[in-house]
Nanobody, 124 residues
């Protein structure tokens, strides 16, 4: 049974910061690939950041240098620290799990488990 619950979304002005959390109930969480995706109204879901089982990370070009993905294996929690937020970051953010050590990439069809999402709104 895999259960993912996101939190930490909200409204912030451009230039501000938010930290999203994803509480994960995943067997073998510490060695699993996890990722963050987002979907804005009228747009396709896009990958934001991933973290492999060995905690190496990868980011979409649009967030590189501004977002940081991390995980706390003791708490079974995935994080997304978002700094220097822009209005175009406004979206529903989802965490996802791919029960392998290495992530294939930021393609949503590779991830079999999803949270319900948390809304992030950035105003100019």
């Amino acid at each position: 049974q895999v259960h993912l619950v996101e939190s930490g979304g909200g409204s912030v002005q451009a230039g501000g910061s938010l930290r999203l959390s994803c509480a994960a109930s995943v067997y073998g969480y510490s060695s699993s690939c996890m990722a963050w995706f987002r979907q804005a109204p009228g747009k396709e879901r896009e990958g934001v950041a991933l973290i492999h089982g060995n905690s190496t990370t990868s980011y979409a070009d649009s967030v590189k240098g501004r977002f940081t993905v991390s995980k706390d294996n003791a708490k079974n929690t995935l994080y997304l620290q978002m700094d220097s937020l822009k209005p175009e970051d406004t979206a529903m953010y989802y965490c996802a799990a791919h029960l392998t050590f290495y992530c294939g990439g930021l393609l949503d069809y590779e991830y079999g488990y999803w949270g319900q999402g948390t809304q992030v709104t950035v105003s100019s």
